[in-house]
């Protein structure tokens, strides 16, 4: 069965650093890849998504990821962060034939001011 | 346009009572599915509606649960007996065909403690 990994449960970062949130999946063919942003109070919203081509992909709120088929990676980084970007993070997946999301742990991240 | 809505933000029941959790999906999605959040982990399928039957229903983690979805809009997830470890935010997510392509869209989700 597939899986996803996020190694990092809490990451720290100052305001206006870089962030880069690991991900890690596990399927013999190319996945469709995701990372979801969760807010408290607030549904998951879809930062971007992966299924084919260009293996540099750019999301909403300056979000880019980066499918690495060798590292079976796909790893979201910001160049500089926000203190608005503290929340949870989750990266997903599901094969080509299915329809069922599958979530990794998700990552929390902090800002510090 | 309105996104995924769900009803009701926070249920607190006692162990062996009976909930209904309700799913407003975009209007025009033709697919919705249900995921459970327990507390410090990613979401958990459950189900997966395309229409008004369920395409997929291997999620639901036994027989107390079930879930509706009678004119292939609002569903319904009902859980009968319900213990203290059905405690977590069920959400629920819609998209416009039941493809890989496709976008799901999550509700803000449910709440549910249970006593």
């Known amino acids: 069965a597939q899986s996803v990994t996020q190694p990092d449960i809490h990451i720290t970062v100052s305001e206006g650093a870089s962030l880069e949130l690991r991900c890690n999946y596990s399927?013999?063919?190319?996945?469709?890849l995701f990372w979801y942003v969760q807010s408290p109070g607030q549904g998951l919203q879809l930062l971007l998504k992966?299924?084919?081509?260009?293996?540099l992909v750019q999301g909403i709120k300056g979000f880019e990821a980066e499918f690495k088929r060798s590292q079976s990676s796909f790893n979201l980084r910001k160049p500089s962060v926000h203190w608005s970007d503290a929340a949870e993070y989750f990266c997903?997946?599901?094969?080509?034939?299915?329809?069922?999301?599958?979530f990794g742990t998700g990552t929390q991240l902090k800002v510090e001011l | 346009g309105a996104g995924v809505s769900q009803t009701p933000s926070n249920k607190v029941t006692e162990k062996g009572k009976y909930v209904e959790l309700r799913c407003d999906p975009i209007?025009?999605?033709?697919?919705l599915y249900w995921y459970r959040q327990s507390l410090g982990q990613g979401p958990e399928f459950l189900i997966y509606?395309?229409?008004?039957?369920?395409?997929?229903d291997s999620g639901l983690p036994n027989d107390r649960f079930f879930a509706v979805r009678p004119e292939g809009s609002v569903s319904t997830l009902k859980i009968q007996r319900t213990e203290r470890g059905d405690s977590a935010v069920y959400l629920c997510?819609?998209?416009?065909?039941?493809?890989?392509?496709?976008?799901?869209?999550f509700g803000p989700g449910t709440r549910l403690t249970v006593l």
């Open positions: 997510a819609s998209s416009f065909r039941g493809t890989s392509g496709n976008e799901q869209f």
């Open positions: 399927y013999g063919a190319t996945p469709y």
């Open positions: 992966y299924f084919s081509g260009d293996t």
């Open positions: 997903a997946s599901f094969t080509g034939g299915g329809n069922k999301l599958t």
């Open positions: 209007s025009g999605h033709t697919a």
């Open positions: 509606f395309q229409g008004t039957g369920a395409a997929d």
